[in-house]
Structure formats: C-alpha cells, structure tokens
C-alpha cells in the first residue's frame, strides 16, 4: 500500500463520495461525547474525506473547523461545501500546522494509513496538553474489514483490535475509551 495509490483510490471516488448512505446521528453523537467534542473548542479532523462529520461539529458549536485529506478532489468538496471550515490537502505523517488543536478525530479512516505509528506521532505534536485524540468508525470491525476486503483491499490494513491500537496510543496517550461493537469502533485518549 503506497500513498499515490491511495490518493488515485480517493481521488476517483470523491464525486460519488456523498452519496454513501448518511451517518447515524446516533453513534456520531456517541462519538463525538466520547471524544470530548464540545463547544468552543478547536478540531482536526485527519482524513476528513468531503466533510462528512463537519455538520455534526458545528451543530456543537466548535471554535474552529481545521481538516487534512491526502485527496486533493476529497478536499477541493470539502472546501466547496463548508467553506468555515480551514481544510488542507496534506499528508498526516508529515504535516506541520500552526495551531494546536483541543480534539484530534480520525473518522473512517484509520486503516488507509500505511504507518500509523507516524501518523499518531505527529499528530501529538499538534495536540494541546489534556487534548483528546479520537480513532473511530461509525461501523464494526467486522464490517469494516469485509467492505475493505471487497473495494479497498488495495489501499487498507485491517483495523486493530482496540486492545492492540491502544497498546500503539498508550506511550502517548491516557486511553480511556476502548469500544468495539457491533455499531460503532472507537478508541480515544487524553495526551499525556
């Protein structure tokens, strides 16, 4: 798995990105109170694709709105359709902001990282101290893994188990939330 691959692979979907079915409002909110998504706070959201979780974040009133996508189509939609929104095309393993941000999410996307060691590194650079950092899907392991399997194998790894991503979290972060089930995977903690 290389990232001109995966930018080509989410390059080509973006146009019909959208019409994936909606997010559940209901494991979203779970979510995002699990990842301390409050108002008056500032978010990165990493791989943020078109904005899919934009909406939810200023239902909460955020301070701020910034996201990265590797895709340069994922973010020219994003742009287009939230423009309050600061979003850049960039890589997270390298990436270099000059905010800091309260809440870092990674929303669908965790297993399109070919190094995600880098990835979190880098990012808690970018984490206030006490600042939440969020790995989630809006969906099961299981279910994940058998929709990568069929259209993604290319440019995903299989998602962790919990136990094993927040072992990756854990020299970083105070892990507090381990949840894998069959609507929703998520794993968050508190920088250290």
């Known amino acids: 798995m290389n990232k001109e691959t995966i930018r080509e692979f989410f390059?080509?979907?973006?146009?019909q990105w959208d019409n994936e079915p909606i997010a559940?409002?209901?494991i979203i909110d779970t979510i995002l109170d699990n990842a301390g998504v409050n108002e008056n706070i500032n978010v990165l959201d990493v791989a943020c694709g078109t904005g899919v979780l934009?909406?939810?974040?200023?239902?909460?009133?955020?301070?701020?709105i910034a996201a990265v996508d590797l895709s340069p189509e994922m973010v020219k939609i994003a742009k287009s359709k939230f423009p309050q929104a600061d979003v850049i095309c960039g890589d997270a393993e390298s990436i270099i902001l000059d905010n800091q941000f309260d809440v870092i999410m990674i929303y669908n996307a965790f297993p399109h990282f070919p190094e995600p060691v880098k990835v979190i590194e880098n990012l808690t650079k970018h984490l206030k101290d006490g600042g939440r950092f969020c790995i989630a899907h809006g969906m099961s392991k299981k279910e994940l893994d058998e929709i990568h399997m069929k259209s993604a194998g290319k440019v995903s790894n299989a998602l962790l188990e919990c136990e094993e991503l927040a072992e990756l979290l854990s020299p970083y972060?105070?892990?507090?939330?381990?949840?894998?089930?069959?609507?929703?995977?998520q794993v968050c903690g508190t920088k250290k």
């Open 11 to 15: 390059n080509n979907f973006a146009p």
């Open 24 to 26: 559940d409002k209901e």
């Open 54 to 64: 934009f909406p939810f974040y200023l239902e909460r009133n955020i301070k701020s």
């Open 173 to 185: 972060f105070n892990v507090d939330i381990k949840i894998s089930n069959d609507k929703m995977y």
